[in-house]
């Protein structure tokens, strides 16, 4: 038996400087548990190498923020940089303010990353799309039919075809398999399979966000949900009579 984790790598965040010229930049996290260099992340000498602790929660995070500022620094804040790139970047592309946070990261021994807020935009359009695809591709006539044959060509040929299998040894001496993402992309299409895996998983008809269900018709994730979907309704009915 051969089993993956399907929980992908990522970087944490510790301090984020206030967002500039489209970027959001800071330096990343160097204690604990969390590998502190991109060496460390290739050579699988991290302790922890899935840091994304729910793929189905960091999802609905990326799907459900607003396109602002604030709202990116917040998600890099909670979840950490996925992208090897975003650490890697060449800083003399960066505008000047992201460039001297850069420098002085560097000089204190930090490791500093940068984000284009767009690309991070990019990911949560897209990760939204594939959800609403594997949405459709969980109907059981011939349009979720369709659907799954579409979500099959755009995983495989996307994100997940660029995903290396690669092995660590566990502190217990065993080798441990992990798919090997390393980018935004990547990082989206193997949680979109997760959640394919997880037929409990589903989307709340009131707030639109993912969770466990636990009773086998539950459409809300909440009580609180449930209320709210009921009361809307009935003012759009008591709208619509008027
Ligand atoms: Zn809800």
């Given at each position: 038996m051969f089993a993956v984790d399907l929980q992908p790598s990522a970087y944490y965040v510790d301090a984020a400087e206030t967002p500039a010229d489209g970027y959001v930049f800071?330096?990343?996290?160097?204690?604990?548990?969390?590998?502190?260099?991109?060496?460390?992340?290739?050579?699988g000498a991290g302790g922890d190498r899935y840091p994304i602790k729910d793929p189905q929660v960091w999802l609905s995070r990326l799907v459900n923020a607003n396109k602002t500022l604030d709202d990116a620094r917040?998600?890099?804040l909670e979840n950490g940089v996925v992208e090897v790139g975003a650490i890697l970047r060449d800083p003399k592309q960066l505008p000047q303010r992201a460039r001297a946070f850069w420098k002085n990261a560097r000089n204190v021994g930090a490791t500093p990353f940068a984000v284009q807020v767009s690309a991070l935009?990019?990911?949560?359009d897209k990760a939204a799309a594939r959800l609403k695809l594997?949405?459709?591709?969980?109907?059981?006539?011939?349009?979720g039919r369709m659907a799954r044959s579409e979500l099959i060509g755009v995983l495989v040929n996307g994100g997940l075809k660029k995903i290396g299998i690669l092995l660590y040894e566990a502190t217990d001496g065993s080798l441990v398999p992990y798919a090997d993402a390393t980018t935004l992309d990547e990082v989206i299409d193997l949680c979109i399979l997760d959640y394919c895996a997880k037929p409990e998983i589903v989307e709340c008809a009131s707030c639109r966000n993912?969770?466990?269900?636990?009773?086998?018709?539950?459409?809300?994730c909440s009580t609180r949900c449930k209320n709210l979907f009921h009361v809307r309704k009935y003012r759009e009915t008591v709208k619509r009579e008027a």
């Open positions: 800071g330096i990343v996290r160097n204690t604990g548990r969390v590998p502190h260099s991109v060496q460390d992340l290739l050579s917040a998600f890099l935009w990019h990911a949560k594997a949405d459709r591709a969980r109907q059981k006539d011939l349009a993912r969770f466990r269900r636990t009773k086998g018709n539950q459409v809300f």
